[in-house]
């Protein structure tokens, strides 16, 4: 099916099921601890032996020797899989870096061997026995001394202008220009990265933890050197991901050839320290912004700059893209640039670009709107706009930017903020409120999915969609139980196998709108089937309550698949409706803060989100998953931070004790309304993302709370005691 004009009124909009409030499918599975895991697949791989990973020494170099025969004679030990014994090995389209490195060293804890022993404790043991020379090589750590050496990076859209920007700058009235800077930071989902593999002759299965089950089985073939066709790659369940798991990662291919070696299977979990440099991370960005305004608070000109790093080939962080859409101004430019840094890869987590773009951004607007001696909210609502502003001839297929602003005020009670900073005292606490919009790109993606009837009225749907802890289990049973007419218990799910249809995948927040599209593809395809072995006119058949009504006719579902199951199959694409109109989810994010006015010390009091984001196919799983994305820019705000060793290239805080995130009692209280929204230009679901809607601006608005609550301004995240003691104010 291809959806090439906007969708009109179909099945989904009944809403029997599909919107409504219902429990994870999966959630008894989980919270009994029956869900499997990659790490305990045991009736898939019963004898399984274990590998664990050594990584390099150091960030760039070679290696010069290495010595693996007391290593070899350690109790247990079956089999060392190094780059001279692993055989020839190709690199991934989605990979920087080699998964497996030697000679040549790419990056701090890059993997280098794989131990394979009867226990992890006896693989680990033996690790520490290897012996590593290395040649270091001179590498570049800083992002603020490369940032002179970055260069324009090769990727479509780097840079973007629209009217005269210098000059409306220039003849602006009121002028801001600011630098801001964001960190390195960790996915930390968890979940670590794990893998199961196994052999059966030239054919290899691996059970894994991946949100992207075809990109990586593409991407594990070919660093195999292998056919596509004999790889299978299974991971039903995911223990989080935040695009740390988008891509192959060394675990799946060191299991792979561990397994091959050891001629049995081998199961690998990086430990938690070894994750932070041998996997993925967002990379830190430099950003400039500047903003010209007339008098009375009209945007002329908006330029934004980003400067990011990664590894030779690497891709930048886009953090430039939501300032092309979110405000009105004639006068536009933006600009992004890429350093070579020789840190571990950087690479996707939630919203990239947009997430650290507007921790930038929507600081900047508040500064603007301080300068015009305007509301905040005011600011934002006055330089709306309902087009591309870069293409004027682009309209939004939805923008709701004002409602959530308007709704989030009066609900917040945004009325009560006093706009001089530090007025508002709460015993020895300051107290202050912060605002931010909230922007993501809607996108959409190819996804296929099967749907198999049988004679006692059980749908079965099958893709290899997978659910990283976002509920596609459910939204999934919602879409096919809507569609067949029968309750969700009649709906059975099976996902993240690369048997079955290719689907969009888990990630970009495109996920649910497109996954539930390729359902409803399917299931098209199988009611007209249904209609037509039942010899009912299509035209007005009903499915409804386990039956098919056509005119005066009634019979039971399963009736159509008593002589056999019934199976459809089908793949949702997509035409050119993203082109003509500008698809875009919008929110906005209020917070109240108050700190400690001796210590400094932050604590977040409350938190409320406005989310414009299509149909909502679950409220309460996308609930779930917007309060989390707010808690994440929480920690984005006050205390993550990849903390990098320049002299040795890598990631000093690399666990989860050094590397703080925000726990229950960081967040008190959180809130989030769903605007009653339909997008017909998005999909037949009329559905678009919200997973990564949720975290963006979270940042800039406690930032911006914590300035309304002390006077001081932090451009530098994340917002620490050191950055904000020696500016606060003295009070007696």
Known sequence: MK?????????????????????????????????????????????????????????????????????????????????????????????????????????????????????????????????????????????????SSATKPKTKDADSKAGDFAGAYAGSPVKLDANYTTPDQSHAMMEPHASIASWEGDKLTVWTSNQMIDWSKGDLAKTLGMPKENVRLVSPFIGGGFGGKLFLRSEALLASLGARAAKRAVKVALPRPLIFNNTTHRPATIQRIRIGATRDGKITAMGHESWSGDLPGGQPETAVMQTRLLYAGAGRMTTTRLAVLDLPEGNAMRAPGEAPGLMALEIAMDEMAEKL?????????LNDTKVDPEHPDRRFSQRRLIDCMRIGAERFGWNARKAQPGMHRDGQWLVGMGVASAFRNNLVMKSAARVRLDRNGVVTVETDMTDIGTGSYTIIAQTAAEMMGVPIDKVVVRLGDSAFPVSAGSGGQWGA???????????????????????????????????????????????????????AEDTMEYGDLDKKFQQSTFGAHFVEVGVDMATGETRIRRMLAVCAAGRILNPKSARSQVIGAMTMGAGAALMEELVVDKRGGFFVNHDLAGYEVPVHADIPHQEVIFLDETDPMSSP????????????????????????????????YPITLDKLLPKMPEYI
């Open 513 to 567: 709108n497109s996954s539930t599209a390729g359902v409803y593809a399917a299931c098209v395809k199988l009611r007209e089937a249904v209609a037509q072995k039942l010899a009912l006119n299509p035209a007005d058949v009903e499915f409804t309550d386990s039956t098919v009504r056509s005119g005066g006719r009634s019979v039971p579902l399963g009736q159509a698949a008593a002589d056999a199951d019934m199976v």
């Open 3 to 147: 959806f090439t004009t906007p969708a009109t009124t179909n099945p989904i909009d009944q809403l029997k099921v599909v919107g409504r409030p219902l429990d994870r499918v999966d959630g008894p599975l989980k919270v009994s601890g029956s869900a499997p895991y990659a790490h305990e697949q045991h009736q898939a791989a019963p004898n399984a032996a274990h590998g664990y990973v050594l990584g390099s020494a150091i960030a760039k170099g070679r290696i010069s020797a290495m010595n693996i025969d007391e290593a070899k004679r350690a109790p247990g030990v079956i089999t060392i899989v190094t780059a001279a014994t692993a055989g020839k090995l190709g690199k991934g389209n989605f990979n920087t870096a080699k998964l497996l490195g030697g000679p040549e060293i790419q990056h701090y804890h890059q993997a280098i061997a794989l131990v394979v022993a009867e226990t992890f404790e006896q693989a680990r043991a033996a690790s520490k026995l290897i012996r590593v020379k290395y040649t270091k090589e001179k590498g570049a750590f800083d992002l603020a001394k490369a940032k």
């Open 373 to 381: 001696k305007i509301d905040p909210v005011t600011f934002r609502i």
């Open 685 to 716: 679901m009329k559905a678009k993302g919200v997973g990564e809607l949720g975290i963006c601006g979270v940042a800039a608005a406690i930032a911006n709370a914590i300035y309304n609550a002390t006077g001081v301004r932090v451009r530098e």
